[in-house]
């Protein structure tokens, strides 16, 4: 079975400033791994995933996230972030099909709030 | 395309009534889930649903029930609600060979 661990529940953070949101999950066998945002009062949209292939993938308003499968952690980034960004990520994990089910495990969420 | 669709948007049930929620989609999507998401705990897979006639148990099951007799509806019944069903619940679709789930925008149910 997986898990998710997001280690911060809140995260204030100024306006233009970096921001990471951080991220590890266990499993026993290999991982797909997703960031979701949920903007308020809305459903959740996909941020970006990593399913194979680079380490470091990329989202289209600037976030990114790097696998690093040593320390099990898909860590979220953003160099600089904006008032629009505030909002609730979750990070998940699913096992791939031959490895497990597909269903997916949600972390308990990381409030981003970024004030002017 | 709607994409997914849930109703209603809000409910207030009182303990003991039954309600159902329902969520349709129009991406011929073989996956279908509910989740319940209550405040600082993420989101818990209550049932889900691989096609049509096929359903089975998340993480949460209990207190719910779910049928998929069309690919396009996977809808969640409450019989007996209780105040720990107060929740907001998303239904997601996914394709079979596409990992990317698609969220609904949510019922907010109240049950008092």
């Known amino acids: 079975a997986q898990s998710v661990t997001q280690l911060d529940s809140q995260v204030p953070v100024f306006e233009e400033a970096p921001v990471e949101l951080r991220c590890n999950y266990s499993?026993?066998?290999?991982?797909?791994l997703f960031w979701y945002v949920q903007y308020p009062n809305q459903g959740l949209q996909l941020l970006l995933k990593?399913?194979?292939?680079?380490?470091l993938v990329e989202s289209i308003n600037g976030f990114e996230a790097e696998f690093n499968k040593s320390q099990t952690s898909f860590h979220l980034r953003k160099p600089s972030v904006h008032i629009s960004d505030t909002a609730e990520y979750f990070c998940a994990v699913s096992a791939p099909p031959q490895g497990g089910s597909e269903k997916l495990v949600f972390g308990k969420g990381t409030k981003l709030t970024v004030n002017p | 395309n709607a994409g997914v669709t849930q109703t209603p948007k809000f409910r207030i049930l009182k303990i003991g009534q039954s309600m159902t929620l329902q969520c349709t989609q129009d991406?011929?999507?073989?996956?279908m889930y509910w989740y319940r998401q209550d405040p600082g705990m993420g989101l818990k897979l209550i049932y889900y649903?691989?096609?049509?006639?096929?359903?089975d148990k998340g993480e949460v099951p209990n207190g719910y029930n779910v049928s998929r007799s069309t690919t396009e509806d996977f809808p969640l019944r409450l019989e007996l609600a209780a105040p720990s069903q107060t929740s907001v619940y998303f239904c997601?679709?996914?394709?079979?060979?596409?990992?990317?789930?698609?969220f609904g925008p949510g019922t907010r149910l109240l049950v008092l």
């Open positions: 990593y399913l194979s292939g680079s380490t």
């Open positions: 649903s691989v096609g049509a006639g096929i359903t």
């Open positions: 499993s026993s066998v290999s991982v797909y």
């Open positions: 991406m011929n999507h073989n996956y």
């Open positions: 997601a679709t996914k394709t079979r060979y596409l990992e990317t789930q698609y």
